[in-house]
């Protein structure tokens, strides 16, 4: 009757504490807020990963084992999709237009690339006197002397970049990468819970 009752005990604490601590982590990325509670956090999910998968791969067949690999994708896709979000919603959210001149051009070669002493990017000087290097991002060389529109962040958080504000990212891409991961959080947790229970039973 105690290992019974030990059984249903840990297979809730596995049932519940999987999909917890992947929704703090996934929260922690989403909002993006760095600090050595989310570093540890990002370290546990990576061992837990791949306790999951090493554990689900030898007891509980092909099904688990892939919604283990689905888990994993899905999280480094949204750490992707978020780190690339945050320095978008930073320029739109208080990203400064202005005017900057172009003061000299950064050529760049390599062949393996397909790159041949092309202007890649371009160092500038704003009205306050500070100077940058802007990366072009494929898009032509203006002129040095030239006046080109940038956008800076106030904060110096994010680099500053050519062009106006740009818009707020869309988030449907890393919702759907979110549904992903907290599905397949869920069918592991539930077949690892279920085993425990068994296997304390």
């Given at each position: 009757?105690?290992?019974?009752?030990?059984?249903?005990?840990?297979?809730?604490?596995?049932?519940?504490?999987?999909?917890?601590g992947?929704?703090?982590?996934?929260?922690?990325?989403?909002?993006?807020?760095?600090?050595?509670?989310?570093?540890?956090?990002?370290?546990?999910?990576?061992?837990?990963?791949?306790?999951?998968?090493?554990?689900?791969?030898?007891?509980?067949?092909?099904?688990?084992?892939?919604?283990?690999?689905?888990?994993?994708?899905?999280?480094?896709?949204?750490?992707?999709?978020?780190?690339?979000?945050?320095?978008?919603?930073?320029?739109?959210d208080?990203?400064?237009?202005?005017?900057?001149?172009?003061?000299g051009?950064?050529?760049?070669?390599?062949?393996?690339?397909?790159?041949?002493?092309?202007?890649?990017?371009?160092?500038?000087?704003?009205?306050?006197?500070?100077?940058?290097?802007?990366?072009?991002?494929?898009?032509?060389?203006?002129?040095?002397?030239?006046?080109?529109?940038?956008?800076?962040?106030?904060?110096?958080?994010?680099?500053?970049?050519?062009?106006?504000?740009?818009?707020?990212?869309?988030?449907?891409?890393?919702?759907?990468?979110?549904?992903?991961?907290?599905?397949?959080?869920?069918?592991?947790?539930?077949?690892?819970?279920?085993?425990?229970?068994?296997?304390?039973?």
């Amino acid at each position: 009757m105690a290992s019974s009752g030990a059984g249903f005990v840990a297979a809730g604490a596995v049932l519940l504490g999987v999909p917890a601590g992947m929704y703090l982590a996934a929260r922690t990325v989403w909002e993006g807020r760095p600090s050595p509670w989310a570093a540890l956090l990002l370290i546990a999910v990576v061992v837990l990963h791949g306790v999951g998968f090493w554990w689900a791969a030898k007891n509980a067949g092909t099904g688990p084992a892939l919604a283990v690999l689905v888990l994993n994708l899905s999280w480094m896709l949204l750490v992707y999709l978020r780190v690339d979000m945050r320095d978008d919603q930073a320029m739109h959210d208080r990203g400064v237009t202005e005017q900057a001149v172009v003061t000299g051009w950064i050529r760049t070669s390599d062949p393996f690339a397909g790159v041949d002493d092309e202007v890649t990017a371009i160092d500038v000087t704003f009205p306050t006197g500070a100077a940058a290097r802007l990366q072009l991002g494929g898009a032509h060389a203006p002129q040095i002397g030239e006046s080109v529109r940038t956008t800076r962040d106030p904060d110096a958080r994010v680099p500053p970049r050519l062009g106006p504000r740009p818009d707020a990212p869309g988030t449907i891409p890393a919702t759907i990468t979110l549904v992903f991961m907290i599905a397949s959080s869920l069918l592991v947790s539930t077949t690892m819970a279920s085993a425990t229970r068994d296997s304390l039973s």
